[in-house]
C-alpha cells in the first residue's frame, strides 16, 4: 500500500538489491545532503536486513528515515506464525535509533513524522524508525496533512561561554580537536585556531575543515603517537563536536587533561573525557561566541615550525605498505576534482586516508568510521550520487569488502551513474591477516579465493579495468567521471608501479 500513494507522489524511487545496500545508499545521500535519506524496507527480514546500515548511521551520526511495514495490528506481539513476523519489531532498532515507533492509527503516521523531522532539525542526527502496520497502511487518510516548521539548534549559554573563553585566555598551550559536529563552522574554527595559536586536529568526519597546508593543522593524524604526544604537552583541549571515539585513536584513553567541550549532545560533556566547562550548543555560534571573548594568543612562538616539523616526522616514519597507498592516493588526488566525495570503505587503504589523504574541502571524504561495515561504500557513493548528480563521486573500496554489497553494482548500472570504483586488491582481508601475524596467530580465513573482479563487474553491466601504471590510473578515474556506467578499476598490492 505504500506504493499506491508512492506513485503519485513525486518522490523518486531508488530500487536497491538489498535492504542493506538501501540503508547505505540513504546514508550517502543523507552524507551529502545533510538531509536524512529515506528508506522503505519489508516487515522481518527487511527490517533486520536494513538493521546494519541504521547501525552505521546511529554510530557516524547520519540522519536516516526508516519507514517499514509491520505485521497487522490485531497481531502484534502474539507469535502467531505470521509472514515475517517479529515478536516486537521496535525493540529491534531501538537502540540504534533516536526513537523507534509504531503508528497504531493512521493519525499516528504524519504525528511520528514530524517528531522524526524535529529530532533531525534540532538535534543529534541519528536515524529514526517509524513501523506502520499492513492493516493501518491501507486506511484512508482522513485528516490533513500539512508540514510544520522545524525547531532551531541549541545555542551556547552566555555564562558557559564567558567562563570557557576565561580558561582558553588562561592556557598556555591549548589545542583545538574538531569533528564532524564542527563541520560547518569552518570559519569560527579558523579564526579561533589563529587568534589562541592552537593546533588543530580533524577527525576523519571533519576533513577538510582546515587546509592540510594551514600552518596549524594536524590533520586526520591523532592515531600517531608524535601526535598524542603534542596533546598530552597541552595545558587545554577544546573538543568541539566530536565523542572522541576509540576509532579515531585506537588507544584505550588519550593523554587529555583539562578540557572545554561544545556539542549539540549534553551526554558528550561528561562520557569518557569529562569537561571541566562544557557547553551544549551548535557548533558555530559556541565558536563565534568564544571570538567575541577571547583576548589575543597564547601559545609560544614558532608553533607553525613545530607543528610542520612534527608532519614531517609522521611522513619519515611511514611504513612500506602504507607509502603505496600513500603513492595510489596522491594519484587520485591529482586525477580528481577537489569537490569529488569519496565514499571509501574498509580496506587497509583507506585506512591510510583517513589520516594523510589530503581533503581540500569538508564532506568529501567519508568513512564508516564507527561502526566499521564493510562494503559501506559502494552502496553509499550511489546514494550521494542520487543526491547530487552534478558532484563528482569516487568508491574506495577492498576487495573482501565489495563482496559484502556486490549486488548494488546491478543498480548502479541500472542508474546508469558515471561511478567509479576503485577496487584495491590484496587477495583477502588484508588488515587482519597483517594482524595475525604480528601476533603470530595462524591465518585463518583471511585468504578465500578471489572472483575475476573484472568479469565480475562486466557482468553486472558496468565497464572494468585493471591499469598497468600510475598515469593509466589517473586516466581511468578521468574517464570513469564522464562515463555512461559505473567502472571498475582494480589495483592490486603486489603492481609492479606502486
Known amino acids: 500500500d505504500i506504493y499506491k500513494g508512492l506513485g503519485r507522489s513525486g518522490i523518486r524511487h531508488v530500487l536497491a538489491r538489498h535492504e542493506q545496500g538501501a540503508g547505505f545508499m540513504a546514508d550517502g545521500y543523507a552524507r551529502e545532503t545533510v538531509r536524512p535519506g529515506v528508506v522503505v524496507p519489508i516487515t522481518g527480514p527487511g527490517v533486520t536486513n536494513a538493521a546494519t546500515a541504521i547501525g552505521q548511521a546511529w554510530s557516524d551520526s547520519v540522519p536516516m528515515l526508516v519507514l517499514s511495514s509491520e505485521n497487522p495490528t490485531k497481531d502484534l506481539g502474539l507469535g502467531r506464525g505470521r509472514l515475517h513476523e517479529i515478536m516486537n519489531q521496535e525493540a529491534v532498532t531501538q537502540p540504534m535509533c533516536a526513537f523507534s515507533a509504531t503508528a497504531r492509527r493512521p493519525e499516528d503516521v504524519p504525528e511520528l513524522i514530524h517528531r522524526a523531522f524535529a529530532t533531525f532539525a534540532a538535534q543529534r542526527p541519528r536515524p529514526v524508525h517509524i513501523s506502520i502496520p499492513l492493516d493501518v497502511l491501507a486506511a484512508p487518510a482522513r485528516f490533513p496533512i500539512e508540514a ?3 525547531p532551531s539548534r541549541p545555542q551556547p549559554d552566555e555564562a558557559a561561554l564567558a567562563r570557557a573563553a576565561k580558561l582558553l585566555d588562561a592556557a598556555e598551550r591549548p589545542l583545538i580537536i ?13 579564526a579561533l585556531a589563529e587568534r589562541l595559536g592552537a593546533p588543530v586536529i580533524l577527525t576523519i568526519a571533519a576533513k577538510g575543515m582546515l587546509p592540510e597546508t594551514h600552518p596549524l593543522c594536524l590533520g586526520s593524524t591523532l592515531p600517531d603517537p608524535n601526535t598524542q604526544r603534542l596533546l598530552e604537552m597541552s595545558d587545554l583541549v577544546l573538543a568541539v563536536g566530536t565523542e572522541l571515539s576509540e576509532t579515531e585513536s585506537w588507544v584505550e584513553a588519550l593523554p587529555i587533561g583539562r578540557m572545554i567541550r561544545i556539542d549539540i549532545d549534553e551526554r558528550q560533556l561528561t562520557n569518557g573525557y569529562p569537561a571541566e566547562e562544557g557547553i551544549v550548543s551548535d557548533a558555530a555560534p559556541a565558536l563565534e561566541g568564544l571570538l567575541e571573548r577571547l583576548g589575543g594568543g597564547n601559545w609560544p612562538g614558532g608553533l607553525a615550525e613545530k607543528v610542520a616539523a612534527l608532519r614531517s616526522t609522521i611522513a619519515a616514519g611511514t611504513r612500506p605498505l602504507r607509502r603505496k597507498h600513500l603513492t595510489l592516493l596522491e594519484t587520485v588526488r591529482e586525477a580528481v576534482p577537489d569537490e569529488t566525495a569519496i565514499m571509501t570503505d574498509m580496506t587497509q587503504i583507506a585506512y591510510s586516508g583517513n589520516q594523510r589523504y589530503p581533503s581540500a574541502l569538508p564532506r568529501t571524504w567519508h568513512h564508516p568510521n564507527g561502526f566499521g561495515t564493510l562494503g559501506w561504500a559502494l552502496p553509499a557513493a550511489i546514494g550521494a550520487k542520487l543526491a547530487r548528480p552534478e558532484l563528482p563521486v569516487l568508491t574506495v ?10 549486488q548494488e553494482l546491478s543498480t548502479a548500472a541500472n542508474l546508469k551513474l558515471p561511478l567509479p570504483i576503485l577496487l584495491w586488491n590484496n587477495d583477502g582481508l588484508g588488515q587482519i591477516r597483517d594482524d595475525m601475524i604480528e601476533r603470530n596467530m595462524p591465518e585463518i580465513g583471511v585468504t578465500p579465493e578471489n572472483p ?8 553486472f553491466g558496468c565497464r572494468a579495468v585493471r591499469p598497468g601504471s600510475l598515469r593509466e590510473v589517473a586516466d581511468a578515474l578521468r574517464a570513469a567521471l564522464h562515463a555512461d556506467r ?11 608501479f606502486l
Open 178 to 190: 574538531a569533528g564532524g559536529g564542527a563541520v560547518g563552522a569552518e570559519e569560527p574554527l579558523r
Open 397 to 406: 573500496i577492498g576487495d573482501a569488502g565489495i563482496l559484502f554489497s556486490v
Open 452 to 459: 575475476d573482479y573484472q568479469m565480475l563487474a562486466t557482468a
Open 486 to 496: 559505473p567502472t571498475l578499476i582494480e589495483v592490486r598490492q603486489d603492481a609492479g
Open 148 to 150: 510544520r516548521p522545524a
